[in-house]
């Protein structure tokens, strides 16, 4: 029913949105329950039933994409994913290309959040670390490597949490390696015939290394929504320092 999907987008902005957003939908979520005469269980039992299912979700970037970035924001997607039981495939050319993301709903609804916070924050860390440089380095060659070392240290970080939520726990261990098959599988029947995307080029190894330190510094403070039952969370937000 389209009502539990608008109210599942609300209790999305209630969980993660600004002071004044969590109260604007924690309001209409009530009047929906009303209108519709449903129970808070009612709805829940119905998300949980549907996010449980493997989907795909398309992401236009339109208005994200930089050609002249280079592939960062893929990467960032790709990392994001990874990080959050999902899993990327990007399609069109690098003109302008868009990406579906595969995997349970609350997870992909995560990894969307998440890219659009960290696109603008990682621009903005790059934005004002470029004064601070004083090397032989282009703007552009030192533009690309920081975007792209910006996401490999966000991925270290969020890799590295990931194994130690795990920690020795099976079942939690169990878990994830059977949300990430479930996940390939969807991948396998829904894209056979994707190939891989090429590693980009790097000119700029002060950039990267630039980069790769501010994604590590950044801190971690929202968790996966898929891994709620286990009794912990990994991967999510990420502050800039």
Not at 61 to 69: A, F, I, M, S, V
Not at 99 to 124: D, M, P, S
Request: charged content about 25%; overall charge positive; aromatic content about 6%.
């Amino acid at each position: 029913m389209k009502i539990f999907d608008t109210i599942q987008k609300l209790m999305a902005m209630a969980d993660r949105g600004t002071l004044h957003e969590q109260e604007v939908a924690t309001k209409k979520i009530q009047i929906l329950l009303l209108k519709h005469n449903l129970s808070q269980a009612e709805v829940t039992d119905a998300i949980k039933e549907k996010t449980q299912v493997i989907g795909k979700s398309p992401v236009e970037l339109t208005d994200t994409w930089k050609k002249n970035e280079g592939k960062w924001v893929l990467q960032l997607y790709n990392t994001m994913a990874k990080n959050n039981l999902c899993k990327v495939v990007v399609i069109g050319g690098l003109d302008c290309p868009n990406v579906v993301i595969l995997g349970k709903t609350e997870n992909i609804e995560v990894v969307k959040y998440l890219c659009e916070q960290l696109i603008v924050r990682i621009r903005l860390l790059e934005k004002t670390t470029w004064p601070l440089y004083h090397g032989l380095d282009k703007r552009g060659a030192f533009r690309r490597a920081f975007l792209l070392g910006a996401v490999a240290g966000i991925g270290y970080k969020l890799k590295a949490q990931k194994i130690e939520f795990a920690g020795d726990d099976r079942n939690i261990y169990a878990l994830i390696i059977r949300n990430e098959a479930e996940v390939e599988d969807y991948f396998k029947q829904a894209f056979p015939r994707t190939s891989k995307m090429r590693a980009s080029c790097i000119s700029s190894r002060t950039g990267l290394a630039a980069g790769r330190e501010a994604g590590e510094n950044m801190s971690i403070r929202q968790g996966i929504s898929g891994m709620k039952n286990t009794g912990g969370n990994y991967g999510g937000m990420l502050n800039g320092r």
